[in-house]
Structures are given as C-alpha cells and as structure tokens.
C-alpha cells in the first residue's frame, strides 16, 4: 500500500510544482505589462489558467507571490546567463553586453514595478530590499565569474559594480525608448574600459 501512495504522490506533486510554476511567470509577465496596481492575485491566476485559489494556496499573500516571482526568474535568468558562457571566462565584450541584456528585458520591468511599489507598500518594502539585496549579490557574483575578475586587486570590484549599475542605468533608458544603437557604443567602450581595469 505504501507503494501506491508513493507512485500517486509524484504525479501530484508534479503537478503542483507546475502550477506553481505558470504562476510565478505568469507574475512577472502581468507585473511587467500591468504594473504593481494592474497585478493583482486574481489577474495572474487567470493568465495562468488556475483558479484564484489554487494561486493563494501557492503564495497566501500577493507580496508572496510577486517576490517569489521576481527572485524564481531572476534565477532562472542567472542559469541562462552561466549557461552562454560554459567555458568560464569569455570575450569581455560578449560578456558586459550579455550582462547589459539583463536590464532589457521583462524581468526588469516586473522589477522595477515591485521596486516602485515597494516605495509606498510597507508590507512589501522590506522583501524587496532582501530580495534585490540577494539578486543584486548574485548578478555581481556572476559578471565576476565570467569576466575572471580578480577582486582582490584594487578598483576592480567597483569596475564590476560600476559596469552593473551601468546596465541598470541602459536598462531605465530602455523602458521609454529603443535606443540600440547608442547602448552599442556604450557597450563597446565599457568593454574596453573593464578590459584595461581587469588586465
């Protein structure tokens, strides 16, 4: 009999690991397109096509549920990122456009709407000061990995940081216009400036 317990609970669990699943994208996909005010629990379960109640069974509380979003993409993001360069250090180049792609994309603009929101939300605040804390760690961890930073020389963790904040900053201009060639440029002499700073 334990047996056919096991064997029910896998499926079953993988079904809730789905669930789950489409909804934390589903969050970040409603949080990017609709802002904090248009994401509500309701809305993101629709578009993930559960019920209202399967979503709060997940994540009992909305800030539950867009944190638990925005970090599951942020790392899913991180993999992807490992992943283009499986070599370890790449072209540095590659690696600070890669880096500056990060901030053009949907998972920024979900960020952003939680930041804002965290501004004015005190039950939010404070899970969002966490979680970029620890998605903010990682990306760094990251972009040192890929472009064999050696921090224990001078200057070079506020190159890396600088590059970082650098992006973010592309990323802010990106959101009200396409402006792809100028991030080329300043790409291209980023990546020349961390190559100096880092040989």
Known sequence: MGGVNTVERGPKQDRSRATRQ????????????????????SVVAEHAGVSRGAAQHHFPTREDLFTA???YVAEERSTALRALFPEGTADRRAV??????LYTGPLFRAALHLWVAACDEDRLRPRVTELEARVGR??????????????????????????????????????????????????????????????
């Open 96 to 101: 600070v456009a890669a880096l500056v792609d």
């Open 69 to 71: 979003a925005v970090e």
């Open 22 to 41: 489409r909804l934390l994208e589903a969050a970040v996909t409603c949080l990017a397109e609709h802002g904090w005010a248009g994401s509500t629990v």
């Open 138 to 199: 990682e990306t760094h961890r990251i972009a040192v990995e890929l472009l064999g930073a050696d921090e224990s020389r001078p200057g070079v963790r506020e190159t890396v940081q600088g590059l970082l904040d650098m992006a973010r900053g592309l990323g802010l201009a990106h959101l009200l216009t396409d402006d792809g060639a100028r991030r080329e440029r300043v790409v291209a002499q980023w990546a020349t400036l961390v190559a100096e700073a880092l040989d």
